[in-house]
C-alpha cells in the first residue's frame, strides 16, 4: 500500500578564488584553475536549503504543500498524515524529511536529495533549489562587494575632505600674512643683507680712511649719513627676517611649517586612501563564490522507494522475533504461577 517514492539527486560545490588550496586531488584540481574551495560558504548554503525560508519559496513557485497532500498518496507517506496537522510548522518537519542534504567535508562537495511521488516533481524541486542557492551565493557577493568598497570609499571622502582643508587652510595663511614660502623668502632677504652689509662695510672703511687722512674732508658728513643709512635698512632686514614682532619670517615660518606639514600628511594619507580604495574595487571584483554543479538533478525513471521486498521481510523478522519473546515471557510467567 506504500507509494511510490522517486529521488532526484544533485552535487554541487561553493568555491572561491581566494580561498586556501586543498591538498587532496580534487582541490589540485581546483588550484590549477585559480579556484578553491569555500566550506564555511557551503554550510551556509546547505542551512538554507533546510529553512523555513528556503521550504516558502518552493510552496509558492511549486505549489509543493498541493503535490505532497494528493489523495492518491498512502495515508501514512502523505501530509498531513494521521499523526501529524495541517501547520505549516508539521509541513515543515514533514519537508525536512523529504528534503536532505550532506556535505562531504573532504572534497567539499554537497549532495542535494529530494524525495517526491512524481519524478518530474522530485527533479523541479531539485533545481529550484539549486536556482535559490545560486541566488542566495550571488546576494552574499553582492553584499560582501558593498561592504567592501563602502568602507573604503568612506575612508577616501574622509581623508579627501581632510586634504582640502590643509591645503585651504594653508592658501589662507598665505593670503593673510603675505608670506608664500618662508625659507626662500629669507634666503633672499639674507642676500638682500648681505649686500647691503658689504655696502655697509666698504663706506665704514672709506670714512675711516678719509677721517684719518683728511679731517676736515667735506665727504665725511655724507659717508656718516650714508652708514647710518646702510645700518638702519640692516637692521629692518634682520627685523623681517628674526625680530620679535609678529611679522618677522620666523615666526611666520612656525605656522607656516605645522601647516605644510599638516597638508602632507593629508595629501599621504589621501594617496594611501586612494590606493585602498582601489585594492578594495579590486579585490570586490576578485572575491566572488561560485555556486559549481558537479552533478545536475536527475530525472529518476524507477521508484527507488519503498524497497517493498526487504520492508515486508525486515518486518516478518522483526515479528517473529517479537512473537518469541512474548511467547517466551508468556511461559516464564505461566511456569511461575503454576
Request: proline fraction near 3%; hydrophobic fraction near 40%.
Amino acid at each position: 500500500m506504500a507509494s511510490d517514492m522517486y529521488i532526484s539527486e544533485s552535487k554541487f560545490m561553493v568555491r572561491s578564488p581566494q580561498r586556501t588550496q586543498s591538498s587532496n586531488l580534487l582541490g589540485s584540481i581546483l588550484s590549477g584553475s585559480g579556484f578553491s574551495r569555500s566550506q564555511d560558504d557551503s554550510l551556509s548554503v546547505q542551512d538554507y536549503v533546510l529553512s523555513r525560508d528556503a521550504l516558502e519559496q518552493l510552496d509558492s513557485k511549486l505549489k509543493m504543500r498541493q503535490s505532497y497532500t494528493d489523495a492518491n498518496i498512502d495515508i501514512f507517506s502523505r501530509f498531513p498524515n494521521i499523526f501529524d496537522d495541517a501547520s505549516f510548522e508539521s509541513f515543515f518537519k514533514y519537508y525536512g524529511k523529504q528534503v536532505s542534504i550532506s556535505h562531504d567535508s573532504a572534497s567539499s562537495i554537497s549532495t542535494l536529495r529530494v524525495r517526491a511521488f512524481d519524478a518530474k516533481q522530485s527533479q523541479a524541486i531539485n533545481e529550484t533549489l539549486l536556482n535559490m542557492s545560486e541566488a542566495l551565493v550571488n546576494q552574499m557577493n553582492e553584499r560582501g562587494r558593498q561592504d567592501l568598497i563602502k568602507f573604503a570609499q568612506a575612508e577616501a571622502t574622509e581623508a579627501e575632505r581632510v586634504a582640502k582643508a590643509a591645503a585651504l587652510s594653508l592658501a589662507a595663511f598665505r593670503n593673510q600674512r603675505a608670506v608664500f614660502d618662508p625659507d626662500r623668502q629669507s634666503v633672499i632677504q639674507f642676500q638682500l643683507i648681505s649686500k647691503l652689509q658689504d655696502e655697509l662695510i666698504a663706506t665704514k672703511m672709506q670714512l675711516s680712511q678719509i677721517s684719518a687722512l683728511t679731517p676736515q674732508n667735506p665727504q665725511i658728513p655724507v659717508l656718516q649719513k650714508r652708514s647710518s643709512a646702510l645700518q638702519k635698512e640692516v637692521d629692518s632686514e634682520m627685523a623681517k627676517i628674526a625680530g620679535g614682532g609678529g611679522n618677522s619670517l620666523t615666526n611666520k615660518a612656525t605656522e607656516f611649517e605645522r601647516l605644510s606639514l599638516d597638508r602632507a600628511f593629508a595629501e599621504r594619507q589621501l594617496a594611501s586612501a586612494m590606493a585602498s580604495l582601489e585594492n578594495a574595487k579590486n579585490e570586490a571584483r576578485r572575491k566572488v563564490l561560485y555556486l559549481e554543479r558537479i552533478v545536475q538533478p536527475n530525472s529518476p525513471d524507477v521508484a527507488v522507494e519503498p524497497k517493498r521486498l526487504k520492508n515486508i521481510i525486515t518486518t516478518l523478522l522483526m515479528g517473529l522475533i517479537a512473537w518469541g519473546i512474548i511467547s517466551m515471557l508468556s511461559a516464564g510467567i505461566r511456569e511461575h504461577q503454576d
